[in-house]
């Protein structure tokens, strides 16, 4: 095969050979004998002539291949080092390149965002984040494929092992780990970390990806820079369980002891509360301003921003994110345990003789949603107790 690539190469033409092999027999056999006659070449003439020449071709040949070997080998090494050289933009690039072999073709409409007609989609980086758009890539691209991977395959009648999300979320975190800022401690921490990540890491970036991935679809629902009309009540749950997972990030604490860690594990679970803290301080003020907002809204007593309209078709096709499902599966038992714990807790106080069970947050949480659905029926017959009802309620589904 590699003869054959030689011969058949513009680089490498093998014509000149076969030329010099010709005019040297040509050579030989124009020897004049004493009496004038040819003389053409004696056996032993040409054995060596033989030898002669294939000894020339296999040198030929050796260095070549050495050649060919010792590009590849220095494209290798180029290709490494160039990755590490990559700017951000590059990087995210590289990455989405590298990740599409984990992925599954998804065609279903309901998880093929329409990200040209979405103006601004959020970025928010804590202040020891690096500056990189692998967070937009997050939410444009791997929160959609995991959220409709399993749905895409179910249709497709191809239930598979691949099907598992948290196995291409592992795969994920893994080709992560090779892109980062030198620079930046966060971030070369959590490189190290990504490179094997143990249950407790996974639970961690889940737990931050289920966060921002709520907080995006809040804010497509509510942002004043959105323009398309739709249902603003869909920003409600989104914006209240990026609250709630911040606040698990903010409190997370490994299974691993602190004994058996690395420094570098250390660090990143300090991090990663930190950054659980910063987007739980962020997320509360927010929905301390959205919700109370989104009442006087519905009210009629603020001007409705241009993104409000009735309940209807969505034409970005902005992803749910599967409140109880999906991205909380991909958790570990654990902390699946810790989650429902503080979900579903509920307390049982005794009012005027009666036992009555006070309900969870997530109860709360369903029911402020589903009073704000009801609130405009409520306006239209001038009556402003369910108004009162979501004001009282609001501080309860915060923590």
Known sequence: MIINNIQGSRDYPASPLKINKQKSFKAYENIKSPTGESKGMTDEQKTWLGVGLTAVASVVIGL????????????EVIKTIDKSKLNPQEQVKDLEKNMQKHFVNITLKEFKPKWEMV?????????????????????????????????????????????????????????????????????????????????????????????????????????????????????????????????????????????????????????????????????????????????????????????????GHDPRR?????????????LSGKAKAKWDEVMEKTETINYKGRNITLPSLKDNIIKLESSFIGLKQVVDKKNSNLKNYIENLIPKVLL
């Not at 070549?64 to 494209?75: D, E, L, M, Q």
């Open 64 to 75: 070549v291949v050495w050649a060919c070997s010792k590009k590849t080998k220095t494209s």
């Open 119 to 311: 103006k601004i989609v959020p970025n928010v980086l804590a202040p020891f984040e690096a500056k990189n758009d692998f967070q937009l890539y997050e939410m444009k691209t791997l929160v959609p494929q995991l959220l409709g991977r399993k749905q895409q395959l179910l249709k497709n009648g191809n239930v598979e092992s691949k099907s598992n999300e948290k196995e291409t979320f592992i795969e994920y975190l893994k080709l992560r780990s090779e892109y980062f800022d030198k620079d930046n401690e966060f971030d070369v921490i959590r490189s190290e970390v990504l490179k094997n990540p143990n249950d407790d890491v996974v639970d961690a970036e889940t737990l931050r990806l289920y966060m921002l991935a709520n907080n995006t679809r809040q804010f497509l629902y509510s942002d004043k820079s959105v323009e398309e009309k739709h249902n603003m009540i869909n920003f409600v749950r989104p914006l209240l369980y990026a609250n709630f997972s911040a606040k698990m990030l903010e409190e997370f604490k490994p299974q691993k002891p602190q004994k058996d860690m690395t420094e570098n594990e250390k660090k990143y679970f300090e991090y990663m509360n930190k950054l659980g803290a910063f987007w739980h301080d962020r997320l509360k003020k927010e929905a301390n301003e959205k919700l109370p907002n989104f009442v006087k809204i519905i009210t009629g007593e603020v001007k409705a921003p241009k993104c409000y309209g009735q309940q």
């Open 318 to 330: 902005i992803p749910k994110v599967n409140y109880f499902k999906s991205l909380y599966e991909m």
